[in-house]
């Protein structure tokens, strides 16, 4: 189990210094400049500016100084938000983000898991149909749809959430549902599907045979296997959601690391795009070591390699 570990850390950490590289090379790749919006820049100035930055050093002299100092946890100055640093935007705007992420896949799992079984539990009949049908749409609509459905009908015609910011408990009402909404579609059809198949195995066959009582054969047994996809699908969904939200955010002007992120891609602030980047592939690359781990404590039958 160590071993495995400590394999899967390893691989992890090539996985982000690839990330990081290719973030950096790309980024400077790319036509333009961070200094190019600003107004009557003079050569002279210009050159202030990239001096101040280290831009004018060799190229692989900036990767190697901003590796270096990434390792750290220094992500270097923000290039348009003076005084700030990109560290201290993603510790101050991450919370935000992550607290929101959070509280949307608590929502799906705690909904799409008993979706899931009833449907499965109801094969053919008409609750499985309407469970089926919710969760095809769910999958289908694109986010900034529920978001734009939810703020219509129940911010401006009903009113009866606010659609801006997240200073009380109702702010959260709307974000989150347009959140949970995807996630809780696809662990339904996940947990059905999962859940048809232990049912039909031989071992559930056997307990009903037996005259095993129904509720404890389902939570004891079928739910204890069907559930691990779920595990395993946790993981990425939970960064995905933390790290996804940028549209969300943006729409319902949450002041989090999303639409922290959209900005500095619209200001070309390279700093802010590169550190936000790397920071959230470390999150992602993480979470999935995690259920890894987790999806052997949950099934003893899976043998690490």
């Not at 071992?203 to 037996?210: D, E, N, P, S």
């Not at 509720?215 to 990425?236: D, E, Q």
Request: proline content about 5%; overall charge positive.
């Amino acid at each position: 189990m160590v071993k495995y570990i400590l394999k899967r850390l390893g691989m992890a950490i090539v996985t982000i210094w690839l990330v990081a590289t290719l973030t950096f090379f790309l980024m400077n790749m790319v036509p333009g400049g961070p200094f190019l919006s600003e107004k009557a820049v003079s050569p002279k100035a210009m050159a202030a500016l990239e001096e101040k930055y280290g831009l004018d050093k060799p190229l692989f002299e900036q990767y190697l100084t901003y590796m270096k100092d990434a390792v750290h946890g220094d992500f270097g100055d923000s290039l348009k938000q003076r005084g700030r640093t990109v560290s201290m935007i993603i510790s101050t705007k991450f919370p935000v983000s992550a607290r929101l992420g959070g509280i949307a896949v608590l929502v799906a799992f705690c909904i799409g898991v008993p979706l899931g079984c009833i449907s499965a539990l109801n094969r053919g009949k008409i609750s499985d149909n309407i469970i089926i049908v919710i969760a095809t749409c769910g999958i289908a609509v694109p986010s900034f749809v529920i978001c734009t459905l939810l703020m219509y009908v129940f911010g401006v015609r009903l009113g009866w959430l606010p659609t801006l910011g997240l200073s009380t408990w109702k702010h959260y009402i709307m974000p989150v549902t347009a959140l949970a909404f995807y996630p809780t579609a696809y662990i339904t059809r996940l947990m059905r599907s999962s859940m048809l198949d232990v049912l039909g195995q031989d071992y559930m066959r056997t307990a009903k045979a037996k005259g095993l009582n129904q509720f404890v054969s389902l939570f004891k047994h079928a739910l204890r296997n069907a559930i691990l996809p779920i595990v395993t699908y946790m993981g990425p969904l939970l960064a995905y959601t933390v790290t996804g939200s940028f549209i969300v955010e943006k729409i319902f002007t949450i002041p989090g690391l999303g639409s922290e992120f959209i900005g500095s891609i619209t200001n070309r602030d390279y700093t802010v795009i590169m550190g936000t980047t790397i920071f959230l592939a470390t999150l992602m690359v993480l979470m999935n070591v995690v259920v890894d781990i987790v999806y052997k404590i949950v099934d003893p039958r899976i043998k690490l390699k």
